[in-house]
């Protein structure tokens, strides 16, 4: 048992008592609603859509829209009512109208419109509770957005939830990717926009820094936003910032293709020499007499393969056996120690590049760095230029022209060794780190990021740094220019100028901690209309990932003859493919919902609950979409979602487990775990399930137990953490850059909106000229010679003579009182 149960389940009641006091405080609220929308039932539909213009007439007389709520929320729960039975045009598609608000979407909606995150599990309706605080909020008359975590997705709620809003009189518009700013100007236009989160952003970053004047602005207000899929938005896309960057000018392009040959031998020689040190570790742990020394000499083999290669099939294989294990995970500790220093390091140098899996790097070793440039191992090393200085300086030989060439010579000498080992670096993470059909794909020739907390591609996202020229360099496709950043704002910094922010999920209460501290949201858990009747089956673990997929689809065969509908969820593009191999060969039928297929998203989940279906889907089925169950499988025991591997974080397990059993509807989920999963093998090898494993298991055991559960949830809290510590630095970092930005962004728009821009430019010279000047010692001012003037030489030196096009001598100055020398530097200035 965990000891910490018993103060968890405190915690937990106390949480719960916080949701259940703001769901009593809403009552009377839902109950007045519900009493004037059956009022409203007796009103011609003209009368109905009065009301819109009406309470927006007496919010501009003062009325606050906490006292209009009530009648507003009516007013849509009654527009809804009206539209049951009709068609929509969604996408292209009609769609049948049959939803009207339970109290449970109306207390969401309050969540949403004093602030909350609203946690809502999946088909309790998340998208109709949106439709009442941004109607209610758009009364004010400003513009309301609505974020979800696609194009599509922002296209279909905006066409569908639209039917709603502009039959009550609002307008209605969709911000896309790749939409002309003239186009965009009239989406913010109207009353209501959707939108995705990078869209919006960009459109912040291009209206505040790039845009040329006003006319090439096209948002309006930062007044009240709902993020859908709170937690994806806010926590996991916030780990990247929005960058917009264009094509850099390379003088000296980095030699990435001239590079590839070098690294793919250094990667060949270093896959056969973990192959050899891996087979020598499994000869000598195959000894029945093992002494400490060969027990000591096969761990530090296994533990160079580990530092060498961190996926290679044979350390993952030995990986299983849980006394190897131990031995390794104590060896592991151990050279991490200050008095294994020594050792740790040599062991490391006898590669020739070192891996550091966790923090995503590559670095090259001595000899390394011999092979591939034998005749001049230091060409991959960084000169001391400070150094060199030193000598040049100190040689009395040479006269200053020949020390200045010397050290322009020295500098190209340190710009090339440094592009070439950071090439060399970027190649090895692409060779090493980087598997194709897992964190990218390859289509129509470029290189495409797959989302790894949806499972969709990227169009138009580069990795940074040069590494997406490197792994284009190592499929083979043309390698694009790098490009340099022409502005950029955190995703936690563009959702923190919204006054009032809202989001809604199903997974939010892992969370609740980082939505206070970033966002200063509050976590709503809304209550179901239904009780939810999934089963949530233990984990089981297997060795292998090979045992592991065969239990899957033994599970999923047994399903498949009763025609029960399965949804086979995986963490990768290249897991789907295997599984949909192995699927085929049994003979069965099924469709694969993968970045490479995502067009047909909409087809193959609304096909997913059908008696005999069989899907796999990578994350991206996890959100966004709502399976429901066709005829006659309710009585099969409903959806059944098999999860091939535990995911790094909790909310996606979660995701995945709650695309079955909605709104009462029965379903089961499990998940298979293997020692080969990433996470088991980065964040789950200590503790609990150490312990667990030391008696081992056979290649065809599986291991089922509660506490296995639990151990696997603190592996992801692990990956949670570290997470959260990569948005809190980067968000820090952004802070300081987010004073200035707010600074130039507030300048540039009152030069934009100012008829004669140049006012502003003279008047911000002359704060700066006064303050300058203003910092002087008296003194100065009345100094007969230069040599009295050190504080007024370094203004003209670092910042008059340097900032614009002038020379001012510092004689002139001399003699001259304060406001004379602040007159005659303005008039300089200002007539430069």
Not at 414 to 432: C, D, K
Request: charged share 30%; with cysteine; proline share 3%.
């Amino acid at each position: 048992m965990n000891p910490l149960s018993p103060f968890k389940s405190i915690l937990q009641s106390l949480k719960g008592r916080n949701h259940r006091k703001y769901i009593k405080k809403c009552a009377p609220a839902v109950r007045e609603i519900n009493r004037i929308e059956k009022e409203y039932q007796s009103l011609s539909d003209e009368q109905l859509q009065a009301k819109t213009p009406e309470l927006m007439e007496r919010f501009q007389k003062g009325e606050t829209l906490d006292a209009l709520l009530p009648e507003a929320f009516a007013v849509v729960k009654n527009g809804a009512r009206r539209l049951c039975g009709k068609n929509i045009d969604v996408c292209g598609h009609p769609l049948l109208w049959e939803m009207i608000h339970y109290d449970v979407q109306l207390i969401g909606g309050m969540a949403l419109h004093d602030r909350h995150i609203a946690e809502m599990a999946t088909g309790e309706g998340k998208t109709l509770v949106s439709t009442c605080p941004l109607y209610l909020n758009a009364i004010s008359g400003k513009n309301c957005q609505l974020v979800t975590v696609n194009d599509y997705l922002a296209r279909r709620d905006s066409h569908w939830m639209g039917a709603l809003f502009e039959f009550l009189g609002l307008t209605v518009g969709c911000i896309q990717n790749n939409m002309p700013s003239a186009e965009r100007r009239l989406m913010y236009e109207k009353n209501l926009t959707y939108g995705t989160a990078s869209e919006f952003g960009f459109d912040y970053l291009r209206d505040n820094g790039m845009a040329t004047c006003k006319d090439d602005q096209v948002q309006k207000d930062y007044f009240f936003c709902i993020i859908d899929e709170a937690d994806s938005i806010l926590i996991d896309e916030a780990r990247t910032p929005l960058i917009i960057s264009g094509p850099m000018r390379e003088d000296h392009p980095l030699p990435f293709g001239e590079m590839k040959p070098l690294v793919m031998k250094l990667f060949d020689t270093q896959l056969k020499q973990c192959n050899r040190l891996a087979e020598e570790a499994k000869k000598l742990f195959g000894k029945e007499d093992l002494s400490d020394e060969e027990a000591d000499e096969a761990t530090a083999k296994i533990y160079q393969v580990k530092k060498g290669m961190p996926t290679h099939r044979q350390f993952m294989r030995m990986m299983e056996n849980a006394q190897i294990r131990k031995k390794f995970e104590k060896f592991d500790l151990e050279m991490n120690s200050d008095y294994n220093k020594q050792r740790a390091h040599q062991l490391k140098e006898d590669l020739h590049y070192v891996i550091d899996e966790k923090n995503q790097q590559a670095d090259l070793t001595e000899i390394g760095r011999s092979l591939i440039s034998p005749k001049d191992p230091n060409g991959f090393v960084i000169p001391d230029l400070a150094t060199i200085y030193v000598e040049i300086d100190r040689n009395s030989e040479s006269d200053d022209d020949t020390k200045r060439e010397k050290k322009e010579e020295a500098e190209k000498d340190f710009q090339v060794r440094s592009e070439r080992i950071h090439t060399v670096s970027q190649l090895l993470r692409a060779f090493g780190l980087y598997e194709k059909d897992k964190q990218y794909v390859v289509q129509g020739g470029k290189v495409m990021i797959v989302d790894e907390n949806t499972g969709r591609l990227m169009p138009g996202r580069r990795w940074s740094n040069g590494l997406h020229q490197a792994v284009e360099a190592k499929e083979g496709v043309v390698i694009e220019k790098e490009t340099k950043t022409y502005a950029t704002i955190t995703i936690q910094n563009y959702f923190r100028m919204y006054e009032k922010l809202a989001g809604m999920t199903g997974t939010a209460e892992t969370e609740a901690g980082e939505f206070h501290d970033i966002y200063r949201l509050g976590v709503m858990v809304i209550p179901t209309h239904r009780d939810c009747v999934r089963k949530d089956l233990n984990d089981l673990m297997f060795k292998g990932r090979r045992q592991k997929f065969n239990q899957v689809l033994e599970d999923l065969t047994e399903a498949h003859k009763n025609e029960q509908p399965v949804l086979i969820g995986t963490a990768s593009v290249e897991s789907s493919e295997v599984f949909s191999r192995m699927l085929k060969r049994a003979n069965i039928r099924h469709t694969v919902l993968n970045a490479k297929f995502h067009e047909r998203e909409a087809e193959i989940v609304s096909q997913a609950g059908q008696r005999g279906a069989v899907t796999i889907a990578t994350n991206m089925a996890g959100r966004g979409t709502d399976i429901k169950l066709g005829e006659g499988v309710k009585e099969l025991g409903g959806l059944l979602v098999l999860g091939t591997e535990r995911h790094e974080s909790r909310r996606t397990d979660r995701q995945l487990r709650g695309r079955c059993a909605r709104q009462g509807d029965p379903g089961a989920s499990r998940f298979y775990v293997s020692l080969e999963d990433d996470l088991m093998r980065l964040f789950a090898n200590q503790g609990a399930l150490s312990k667990m494993l030391e008696k081992s298991f056979g290649d065809d055991e599986v291991l089922e137990h509660g506490t296995l559960d639990w151990s696997i949830q603190n592996a992801q809290k692990k990956v949670e953490q570290q997470n959260y510590s990569i948005r809190k630095r980067l968000l820090q970092y952004d802070d300081v850059l987010n004073r200035q930005r707010e600074i130039v962004y507030s300048i540039r728009n009152d030069v934009l909106l100012e008829e004669d821009p140049g006012k502003i430019l003279i008047e911000l010279v002359e704060e700066e000229v006064e303050g300058r000047v203003g910092g002087i010692p008296l003194t100065e001012f009345k100094a007969t010679r230069v040599e009295e003037m050190p504080e007024m030489e370094s203004l003209l030196a670092s910042w008059v003579n340097v900032t614009f096009p002038l020379s001012v001598p510092l004689e002139d100055l001399i003699g001259k009182s304060e406001d004379e020398v602040k007159a005659l530097l303005l008039e300089k200035i200002t007539g430069a």
